[in-house]
């Protein structure tokens, strides 16, 4: 985590995509499978589709965006903060 409280990739940009960033969050829609998967048929297609529109949109490799690199802090430093 840096000084101001922004993630730090621990990836390599060419393996990661906006989809994993998306999905790694709480916001992420459940999939089928999951527990909280409902029951009810037309929730069901409307979660297939949310989900297969995020995945088309989002699977681009962060590689592909300038990123700013971040200050890298020791966790000796940020301990005796």
């Known amino acids: 985590m ?3 409280g922004g993630w730090v990739l621990a990836r390599r940009l060419a393996d990661a995509t906006l989809l994993h ?3 790694s969050r709480a916001f992420d829609l459940p999939r089928r499978g999951d ?3 409902p029951g009810d048929s037309r929730l069901a297609d409307v ?3 949310a989900n297969a529109g995020a995945a088309a949109a989002l699977e681009v490799p962060l590689a592909q965006f300038r990123l700013q690199r971040a200050d890298a802090v020791s966790m000796q430093e940020r301990a005796g903060a």
């Open 21 to 23: 960033l998306f999905a």
């Open 2 to 4: 840096t000084r101001d």
């Open 35 to 37: 527990p909280d998967w």
């Open 47 to 49: 979660l297939d589709a």
